[in-house]
């Protein structure tokens, strides 16, 4: 379980996050949403360990993690899907996926067959290079590789800006698969809220680097999400 407790943080002078509280919890989505620039992609870089907090802290299966690199995160089954994708344009799509490996155990060093059952496409792709690939193909190719890490937590931030519908739905299907599986704590940063609402079971809405309105699945009210979003 991941928990964020209180946290701020700073760009130089400039302040994007202001105390702000979630959680995440094995089989579960959590969907942090709000429009550009509130503080999304800031609170995933501060659970990730790409930006350091000022104050608060970062807990993760009982350890606070608050000032450990991004790749001791990794190791603790920490994995990020950012924004924009950032696969290796000039590597094939093996060698993307492989590059998962990184924090793995050697014997754990292989591609897992969900990777593959989840995203059929990448199979048939597997040598040709990831600059060749589709946007929405791009991004199966970013959460394959964050698969190959075995995570305990996955952090995905918009995954579905820019992708085609069909895709859309492919994304959809593997994140029901793995908050299924309940073993695998899912941060979905969004904007497309009827995506999030069909797939969350708990809700932050943030503006101006703080958490105004929380919710459950048990409370939810798109409406009052989009009302939220909007103020």
């Avoid at 929405?136 to 937590?153: D, H, N, S, T």
């Amino acid at each position: 379980m991941l928990k964020v407790d209180n946290i701020s943080l700073y760009y130089g002078a400039a302040q994007a996050l202001r105390g702000v509280t979630v959680t995440a919890e094995p089989g579960k989505v959590t969907c942090v949403l709000g429009r550009n620039g509130v503080g999304k992609t800031s609170l995933l870089r501060a659970m990730v360990g790409q930006q350091a907090i000022s104050s608060g802290s970062i807990t993760f299966d009982g350890t606070d993690i608050s000032t450990l690199k991004p790749y001791e995160r990794a190791r603790r089954g920490i994995s990020f899907v950012p924004q924009g994708r950032e696969i290796f344009p000039l590597l094939t799509v093996e060698e993307n996926l492989k590059t998962g490996y990184a924090p793995l155990k050697r014997a754990d060093r292989n591609i897992p067959d969900d990777v593959f059952s989840l995203f059929p496409v990448l199979n048939s792709m597997l040598g040709r290079r990831g600059g060749d690939l589709s946007g929405g193909q791009q991004q199966q190719l970013a959460i394959g590789r964050a698969l190959v890490m075995r995570p305990k937590l996955l952090l995905l931030d918009e995954p579905t800006e820019g992708i085609q519908p069909s895709i859309i739905k492919d994304i959809g299907r593997a994140i029901s698969y793995l908050r299924s599986l309940g073993t695998i704590s899912i941060v979905l940063v969004e904007q497309y809220l009827d995506f999030a609402c069909e797939l969350g079971d708990n809700f932050a809405v943030m503006d101006r680097g703080v958490v105004k309105f929380a919710c459950d699945r048990s409370t939810l009210d798109p409406s009052e999400i989009s009302r939220q979003m909007a103020l």
